[in-house]
């Protein structure tokens, strides 16, 4: 689907115009997640959201069923179990008050199965960083991620998020070709003790900071959108 398709569908939704003016809530909800408070993003006001083909939906979820569901999928889908080199696994009490507070959850579910979990997180004023997505084997190949992260984007781009980030393994060329598809650039890498190797990326929802990145390090090259 088109990001002009998913606007209409967002406004359809809202039955408003685009929310990229709005401010802050002065009296902040103290249960309220950190995109609401910083970006005003109220996600219940977008889901459930209908997906194609007919019988998934992508729905709001929660960090104790994102984390079962990777506990249980993680390493049927990556290959990467208990025995692995990297620190990916540690689950303290710190890290579930991080993310509770700061992470935003989603889950795809498939007539009412739940098949695929995503996350994520702004990372700064201007910035949200896409930090985890699982879909089982039997439901991969149908657009579906492509799907979850135009719709996302699109209620980032209307909340005035000027960016979305994400990190990929370096052998992970079939996200990497996706999120090239949809306008992101390569833009670094790092390397940890928690994932190895990772390829950094970004995408520019502000049009603005597209063309300054673009007149900076891509002269010369269009980006393919």
């Keep these: 689907m088109h ?16 929310l990229e003016d709005r401010q802050a809530p002065i009296g ?6 950190f995109s609401e408070i910083l970006f005003s993003i109220r996600w219940h006001e977008f889901f459930p959201h209908a997906m194609t083909p007919e019988g998934y939906r ?10 079962d569901f990777s506990k249980i999928h993680h390493e049927e889908l990556f290959g990467i179990g208990k025995d692995s080199p990297f620190i990916w696994i540690e689950f303290s009490e710190k890290k579930r008050i ?8 989603f ?7 739940l098949i695929g979990v995503h996350c994520g ?9 896409l930090r985890h997505s699982m879909i089982l084997k039997d439901h991969q190949g149908r657009g579906l991620y492509q799907q979850l992260l135009q719709y996302t984007f699109a209620i980032l781009q209307n909340h005035g998020v000027q960016r979305v980030e994400g990190d990929i393994v370096v052998k992970n060329t079939k996200n990497m070709q996706l999120f090239q598809k949809l306008g992101f650039h390569m833009n670094g890498f790092n390397v940890s003790e928690r994932w190895g190797a990772m390829v950094h990326l970004t995408k520019h929802l502000d049009p603005r900071y597209q063309s300054v990145f673009e007149r900076q ?4 090259f269009e980006n393919n959108k």
């Design 3 to 18: 990001m002009d398709g998913v606007m209409e569908i967002l406004n359809e939704k809202l039955g408003k115009p685009r």
């Design 217 to 220: 390090f891509c002269h010369g």
């Design 121 to 129: 997180a702004p990372s700064d004023w201007g910035s949200y960083y």
């Design 107 to 113: 889950r795809i579910t498939h007539q009412g199965k």
């Design 58 to 67: 992508l729905e709001l979820s929660n960090y104790d069923e994102c984390i």
């Design 98 to 105: 991080y993310y509770e507070k700061m992470v935003d959850f």
């Design 28 to 33: 902040v909800n103290p249960e309220a997640k």
